[in-house]
């Protein structure tokens, strides 16, 4: 499809629970991006994927955060014990290598 | 560092102009974006730079002057529904393959 979709919309954790979340990214993309956004404050970056590998992992927290991109699968991103702090809205966008820009999804909130 | 600044407010009256900075300081650059964000949507595409001079869509342009790095966004003929963040957003990577580093976003909103 021509959208990034991402799943669920909302997700409610109380301190400590595992989250999980899910992104298909526009087909033919391969360039996948999970960016954090908490209140109304800027993006924070946090990983990056060429088709299943990992591209750029600079903004990814060193603890309780992973992210996979399988092949068939929809990309994940999973935190681990979450915090209070781990609120957020958490975006994925995808792209394709040499043109088109990048195209976001739209966002699934996390309350914990 | 990266540092990416735009004004965290503006107001302005329906049927006006109204012009959005941005400033950027990156170690490297490869390209401006412009997003447009309703609250609880996923950011829109609005404009790509990345040579300097102005680029025109419809009511929207946006302005790319490398040597000083700056940039802006300009609105005119101003609706209702134009009220949301704008985001301004630089790339450093090639082609798609980059993250993005956003500025705080700017919160415009419209008046009658």
């Known amino acids: 499809g021509e959208e990034v979709a991402q799943t669920p919309k909302h997700l409610v954790r109380g301190e400590g629970q595992k989250a999980k979340l899910y992104c298909a990214p526009i087909k033919g993309h391969s360039y996948v991006f999970w960016y954090q956004q908490v209140l109304k404050n800027e993006f924070k970056f946090l990983i990056s994927f060429q088709n299943e590998n990992v591209f750029d992992e600079t903004g990814m927290p060193k603890e309780r955060f992973s992210a996979k991109c399988l092949p068939n699968s929809p990309c994940s991103l999973e935190i681990q014990a979450t915090k209070l702090e781990d609120s957020a809205v958490y975006f994925c966008?995808?792209?394709?290598?040499?043109?088109?820009?990048?195209?976001f999804g739209s966002g699934t909130r996390l309350t914990v | 560092g990266q540092n990416i600044d735009q004004p965290t407010e503006m107001t302005a009256t329906e049927g006006a102009i109204v012009q959005i900075n941005c400033t950027y300081q990156t170690s490297g650059f490869n390209g401006l974006f412009w997003y447009q964000q309703h609250a609880g949507e996923a950011p829109t595409f609005l404009s790509y730079n990345v040579l300097d001079g102005l680029e025109e869509k419809g009511r929207f342009s946006s302005f790319l002057s490398r040597s000083k790095g700056y940039s802006y966004l300009l609105l005119k003929e101003l609706q209702m529904k134009d009220s949301a963040s704008y985001l301004c957003a630089v790339t450093t990577g090639s082609g798609n393959t980059g993250k993005l580093i956003f500025g705080q976003g700017t919160t415009l909103q419209v008046k009658p």
């Open positions: 966008a995808s792209s394709p290598r040499d043109s088109g820009g990048y195209t």
